[in-house]
Each structure stands twice: as structure tokens, then as C-alpha cells.
């Protein structure tokens, strides 16, 4: 279906693919109406990107005859999807931070329209970690990234940094559009999640040995807190149950930071009732028992035995609740072979209505990456996604759990 584009063409050499861009775009029948910065226009010119786009080329914030003709905002309150492309690191700084002074980082505050981002820069700009803050910022306020792929660039250095080809950068956009293009900004939350109450569990457990050491595992807790995220979008109240992580929780979620298994089963049942319950947490299976109370020493006895003690298996007693279960009780499965297989085993196991499965053997590069390929598993059989951003995942499945939340409805 024919859509309304803004394309945002921010400084860098790749700017020469955004005409590419500008092109294909239009031959599949949507509008693009372009915005250049000031340093896009060091790499190529408005005319060129005029004449592609067959609409007049904005650059400027403050133009009385532009702003006579179409409120500069407009441009990003009347498009279907924004794309950032190539996305430079200073733009993606102002937009995570939020600054509006130029017309690109105006717009992209402007507007609760989807924005995807193609990233383009040196390598070490993309590993630095302000840059990494800055792609975490932008994810949870509910953006999307394609690339940046892997190679060559134009800078003589090799690694992670080129932007996505066009293709792909099309192929990203076109499955956003699918999924509607607008964020709910809060206090205008009227998704399909408005009025219910979403748990969440999220990132690891930590089980201690003594005062100092414990036992823990690699979850980033960015799937949990992707879906904390996608489930605020979609208009829900949000608790979190979060294990130790390094992220930022989604702002307005109500967060409950827990260190142990035990801890989080507690926490859950404050959180109760809901009438969404995802167990997204990477739970460690046991505990220490009579964890010292004091630093244990080396000593002529030769290293500790450690004598573990199963947890409490979270996911299946909510979902065995006989009063108060909550409407949806999903759960994932972390496996690292027979992913499908293990993920049969654990919807009967664990009693829960559906089993998000996924591969997090090392090769897959799941635990603590930024995307992920999950297959969905009910009795209803078995739905194998595609690989995409974790942001992405999350706004799919609560978009899959409220449909199968309003079927429920007497
Ligand atoms: N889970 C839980 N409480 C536990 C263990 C797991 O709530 N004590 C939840 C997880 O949050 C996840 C699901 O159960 O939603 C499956 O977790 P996973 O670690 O894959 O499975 P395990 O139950 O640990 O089984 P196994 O060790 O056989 O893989």
C-alpha cells in the first residue's frame, strides 16, 4: 500500500545511496518528501534529491515561504514513517537527547510517528559507548535500526559502520508500516492494551554464595525490558520485575528490582493480579544453600562445596494459580538445540498459554545482542518469525497477546 514517506538525510558519504533510496521508494508506489542537514548537503545536492522526489527539498527551520506553504512540522506529523538515512551519530545524539535546533532534530521530536533509523558512520563512532547509550535511548522511546552492515568503508577502516543497502533498508520500513506507524506518547495511551495491567519479569537472577560472590548468568534483560516498553506503547499499566541489569527501565513503568529467584516470585505476587503475565526473566535454576553470611575464606579444607537448592519455578506456579491467574501466562524458552522441541516440552511443563522459543546457543549471538528469532508456541502449533530487533519482537508479540486477550472477552 502506497504510504507517506519523510526521508531525513543526515552528513556522511553514504548519502549518494539515499538518492537510491529516494527512487526505489518511489517505485513501489509511496511519497517521499525529503529533509537534507546542512552537512547531507556537503555529499549531495537538494536539486538532485528534488528532482527525484518530485516534491521542493526542506533544510532550513525558520523559512517564511516553506512555512506558508506547509507548517514544517507537518512534515513529520503527516507521515506514515520517518527514516533517518544515513543516520549519522550527531543526529542520533540530538534525537536521544531529545534537542530540537535544526529543522531534522525538530521533527523527529515533533511527532509520534515510527522513525527507522539507517545508521552510517567510522566504526569506532558506532562502538563508542555514547553512541551505544544513544541507540538504547532511541529503541526504548521506539525506534527502529537497520544495519549498520559489516565491511569496508570509505574511511580505510573495516567493521561495523557502512549502511544498510537499500534493499534492506526498504524491506525494514515496509514491515513497519505493516505494523502501524505511531508511538503512544503517555497520557494519549489508547492502544489496545489501554486499561490492563501487563507483569513482566526481566534480566537475571542473582544467587549468592556469600556476602561478596553469587552465581548469575549473560540475560541483558533487553527482551523484558523491550516488552515493558512495547506494552506501555500498546496503552497498558506496566510492572517490571527486573533482576540486575544495566538498562535504563522505560519511563512510567513501574519497576520492582529483585536479586534472587525467590525474591522475584515474591515481587510478582505484590505485582498480581494482571492480565498479562510474561515470565521474560533468565531465573537461575538454583540457589546456594545456607549462603555464608560471612566471606568464605580459602583454606587447608580445600574449596567450598557448594550444596544447590532448586528455585521456585516462577512461570509455572502463576500459571497454576487456581484464583487470580492472569488472563495470559507466557513464557519463554531459552535453548541452545531442539529449540522447538524443548519449547513443546515446556508449554506442557510449565502449564503457561504460550512458549516464546528461542536459540541462545553462543553462535546465535541472542544473549545480550540487540535482535532475535523467536518461534511462538501454543496449542495452537508452532509460528516461526523472521530474525528482528528485539524492540521489534516485543511490539509484535503485545500486538499477538492483545488480540488473543479481546478473544477472550465474553
Ligand atoms: N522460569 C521461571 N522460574 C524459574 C525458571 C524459569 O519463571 N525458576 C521461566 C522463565 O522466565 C521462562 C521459562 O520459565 O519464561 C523457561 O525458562 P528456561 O530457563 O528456558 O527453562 P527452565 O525452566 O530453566 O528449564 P531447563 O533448565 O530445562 O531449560
New binding site residues.
Partial sequence: MAQNILLIISGGIAAYKALDLIRRLRERGHDVRVVMTPAAGEFITPLSAAALSGHEVHGALFSLTEEAAMGHIELSRSADLIIVAPASADLMAKAAQGLANDLASTLLIATDTRVLYAPAMNVRMWLHPATRRNVAQLRTDGANFVGPDDGAMACGEFGPGRMAEVPAIIAAAEAMLQQGSKIALPGSAAGPLKDRHVVI?SGPTFEPIDPVRYIANRSSGRQGHALAAAAQAAGARVTLISGPTALTPPQGVHVLAVET?RDMLAACHIALPADIFI?????A?WHVAHAGGHKLKKGADGPPQLKLVE??????SIAAMDEGRPGLVI?????TEQVIA?GKA?LQR?GCDMIIANDVSPASGVMGGESNSVHVISTEGVDSWPRLDKSEVARRLMALFAAKLRDQRP
Avoid: Q, R, Y
Avoid at 515470565?279 to 531465573?283: F, P, S
Avoid at 528455585?311 to 509455572?316: G, T
Fill in positions: 519479569t529467584a515470565a521474560a526473566a533468565a531465573v535454576d528455585n521456585p519455578d516462577i512461570l509455572a513464557g519463554f524458552a531459552a535453548e524443548h515446556k510449565k
